[in-house]
């Protein structure tokens, strides 16, 4: 069930603009994104329910693909506050509340 | 309000020694989970309440692992006879009720096995 993320790092300058993917095999409920830096617990970012579904938060946004089991997670304008790890969780189709994650994919920024 | 609490916030133990992390979620959430993050690594699914009940066990790494959790609230996670390869952070998370409830995770508990 574990989503496969893509790509597993990014280096990007302050300012520009960087896309994480996130897949399933399986049909999809629901898409969590969550935010770690380096030595604390993950940070909730957005939830997303419906295909097609678009949510902002600041200058991060995601989508989600439902036909092809699929959400990205952009981020523009990149500051150095947006560094860490980002992790995509999901649920499936059928009721159940487990919720997995990626792997995750390391965003380093640089001045 | 209230965060998750973990507790303890490590734990040195010696292999072969059991060891118990307890995890105070949110009042009012009804779901509760266990993750392992090895040093770099990911969030591995344990296991997850919805009350009292564990309808998911299936991350649970082997049977020297178990988890039980005690009037919709409190929740243990045991680790019996602990081996190296069990050192990592051991996160809990806990939502309320509802499709679109975020996770609200505790600092975790740093477990190092010698």
């Known amino acids: 069930q574990q989503p496969v993320q893509s790509p597993q790092a990014v280096i990007l300058r302050e300012g520009e603009d960087a896309v994480i993917n996130c897949s399933s095999s399986k049909a999809l409920y629901s898409v969590h994104w969550y935010r770690q830096k380096h030595g604390e617990a993950p940070v909730f970012l957005m939830i997303l329910l419906k295909g097609g579904e678009q949510k902002g938060h600041e200058k991060i946004s995601a989508s989600f693909n439902e036909k092809k089991q699929q959400s990205s997670l952009y981020l523009t304008a990149s500051q150095l506050s947006y560094s860490g790890t980002y992790f995509c969780g999901t649920e499936l189709r059928g009721g159940s509340e487990k919720l997995v994650f990626g792997k995750g994919t390391k965003l380093t920024v640089n001045p | 309000g209230a965060g998750v609490s973990q507790s303890p916030s490590n734990k040195v133990t010696e292999k072969g020694k059991d060891v118990e992390l307890r995890c105070d979620p949110i009042s009012g959430h009804t779901a509760l989970y266990w993750y392992r993050q090895s040093l770099g690594q990911g969030l591995e699914f344990l296991i997850y309440?919805?009350?009292?009940?564990?309808?998911?066990k299936s991350g649970l790494p082997s049977d020297r692992f178990s988890a039980e959790r005690t009037g919709g609230s409190v929740s243990t996670l045991t680790i019996q006879r602990t081996q190296q390869e069990d050192s990592a952070v051991y996160l809990c998370?806990?939502?309320?009720?509802?499709?679109?409830?975020?996770?609200?995770f505790g600092n975790g508990t740093r477990l190092t096995v010698t």
């Open positions: 998370a806990s939502r309320p009720l509802g499709a679109s409830s975020p996770l609200h």
């Open positions: 309440f919805q009350g009292n009940s564990a309808p998911d």
